[in-house]
């Protein structure tokens, strides 16, 4: 066991504060990594304050993990000392189901094992990024390429594959007219990725006061949703609409900007559960959906294909300090586009 200090709700909705964590010793397939950066997701902040139901406290938040091994155990064969990582919004599953060999292993039917708020195999609760190290079987570690710095790829670990999987199991690309619902911590990485992949990017905001945000981001265009003549002008426009926002929205409104068989894919996780006229559906073969992350290889591809394109994260580097403060600002929409922990100041 190595002691190792972190940042912890010590109960739902108080203030995180510094404390100490044990982690396990290495294992034969276990990489020690040293943490040195961490993002920080809307969806800590939800289960820290237990918005989405109960949860295991004291909490160490974090699924945006970059950093650096330190150790390898005897039987891992993927990763060496040195090299540069990274952990997502997973670090175990059954890998004997369908799901798992199938390369979901977010979708394991006897339940994955995220990265913090739940419990591994050892019976023990896991605990996230907010921490100096992490150790982490070497099947839920993948390696950053060298094309991005670290600080800006924490980020990619769960904004990245939230809205690159996505967009590339729907068709994002050329030819395609794709919406991204919000220009926040995951919309402004779905604006980044849809224009690599070729599709022709709508931004659908509350205000125009990000637009030239958006458009430097890679939008083509960008619309404000608090004005009705955006329904109007848009109705029947896209191929696919992305909302990657965590409050409550009209969907019926929304499903009317799709063409016929058109798809709006959810990524945002409201902590409120929605209304919806199924005609909205019916009425022109659509599809309302939803996505949750990826599997470690697509996780990879999707490493791969952002240092290609150079796409790394929008970041605000804070103090671990100054959590707390980075959890009100990112709950009145006051960061762009992602708070990132620099983990040397735990």
Same mark, same amino acid.
């Given at each position: 066991?190595?002691?190792?200090?972190?940042?912890?709700?010590?109960?739902?909705?108080?203030?995180? /504060?510094?404390? &100490?964590?044990?982690?396990?010793?290495?294992?034969?397939? !276990? @990489?020690?990594?040293?943490?040195?950066? $961490? #993002? =920080?997701?809307?969806?800590?902040?939800?289960?820290?304050?237990?918005?989405?139901?109960?949860?295991?406290?004291?909490?160490?938040?974090?699924?945006?993990?970059?950093?650096?091994?330190?150790?390898?155990?005897?039987?891992?064969?993927?990763?060496?000392?040195?090299?540069?990582?990274?952990?997502?919004?997973?670090?175990?599953?059954?890998?004997?189901?369908?799901?798992?060999?199938?390369?979901?292993?977010?979708?394991?039917?006897?339940?994955?094992?995220?990265?913090?708020?739940?419990?591994?195999?050892?019976?023990?609760?896991?605990?996230?990024?907010?921490?100096?190290?992490?150790?982490?079987? /070497?099947?839920? &570690?993948?390696?950053?390429?060298?094309?991005?710095?670290? !600080? @800006?790829?924490?980020?990619?670990?769960? $904004? #990245? =594959?939230?809205?690159?999987?996505?967009?590339?199991?729907?068709?994002?690309?050329?030819?395609?007219?794709?919406?991204?619902?919000?220009?926040?911590?995951?919309?402004?990485?779905?604006?980044?990725?849809?224009?690599?992949?070729?599709?022709?990017?709508?931004?659908?905001?509350?205000?125009?006061?990000?637009?030239?945000?958006?458009?430097?981001?890679?939008?083509?265009?960008?619309?404000?949703?608090?004005?009705?003549?955006?329904?109007?002008?848009?109705?029947?426009?896209?191929?696919?609409?992305?909302?990657?926002?965590?409050?409550?929205?009209?969907?019926?409104?929304?499903?009317?900007?799709?063409?016929?068989?058109?798809?709006?894919?959810?990524?945002?996780?409201?902590?409120?559960?929605?209304?919806?006229?199924?005609?909205?559906? =019916?009425?022109?073969?659509?599809?309302?959906?939803?996505?949750?992350?990826?599997?470690?290889?697509?996780?990879?591809?999707?490493?791969?294909?952002?240092?290609?394109?150079?796409?790394?994260?929008?970041?605000?580097?804070?103090?671990?300090?100054?959590?707390?403060?980075?959890?009100?600002?990112?709950?009145?929409?006051?960061?762009?586009?992602?708070?990132?922990?620099?983990?040397?100041?735990?």
């Amino acid at each position: 066991m190595t002691t190792v200090a972190a940042y912890a709700a010590p109960a739902a909705k108080a203030p995180l /504060e510094r404390t &100490t964590i044990e982690r396990r010793a290495v294992g034969e397939f !276990d @990489v020690l990594i040293d943490i040195e950066f $961490a #993002g =920080i997701c809307h969806s800590d902040i939800h289960q820290a304050r237990e918005g989405w139901g109960e949860a295991i406290f004291p909490m160490v938040p974090g699924h945006e993990i970059a950093g650096v091994v330190s150790e390898v155990g005897p039987g891992v064969t993927k990763f060496k000392v040195g090299d540069r990582v990274g952990v997502g919004c997973l670090v175990d599953s059954c890998r004997e189901c369908a799901n798992c060999k199938a390369g979901l292993e977010q979708h394991c039917t006897a339940g994955a094992v995220g990265t913090y708020n739940a419990v591994g195999k050892d019976g023990e609760p896991t605990y996230g990024g907010y921490s100096q190290k992490v150790v982490v079987d /070497e099947n839920f &570690t993948v390696r950053i390429p060298d094309g991005l710095s670290l !600080d @800006v790829a924490a980020p990619l670990l769960c $904004a #990245g =594959i939230t809205t690159y999987s996505p967009l590339k199991h729907w068709g994002a690309g050329p030819g395609k007219k794709v919406a991204v619902i919000g220009l926040g911590g995951l919309g402004h990485m779905g604006v980044k990725i849809a224009h690599a992949l070729g599709a022709e990017v709508t931004v659908l905001s509350q205000s125009l006061r990000k637009k030239d945000d958006g458009l430097k981001l890679g939008a083509d265009h960008y619309y404000a949703t608090s004005d009705p003549k955006t329904f109007e002008d848009l109705a029947g426009s896209f191929d696919l609409i992305l909302s990657t926002v965590s409050a409550p929205l009209d969907f019926g409104a929304y499903l009317s900007l799709l063409k016929t068989g058109g798809a709006l894919v959810n990524v945002g996780a409201p902590e409120e559960p929605i209304g919806l006229n199924l005609f909205s559906l =019916i009425g022109g073969n659509k599809t309302l959906a939803g996505s949750m992350i990826g599997g470690i290889a697509e996780t990879q591809e999707m490493l791969d294909f952002c240092a290609e394109h150079s796409l790394g994260a929008e970041i605000e580097l804070i103090r671990a300090d100054q959590i707390n403060e980075a959890y009100e600002r990112v709950l009145a929409s006051d960061v762009r586009y992602r708070f990132v922990i620099d983990t040397a100041t735990i």
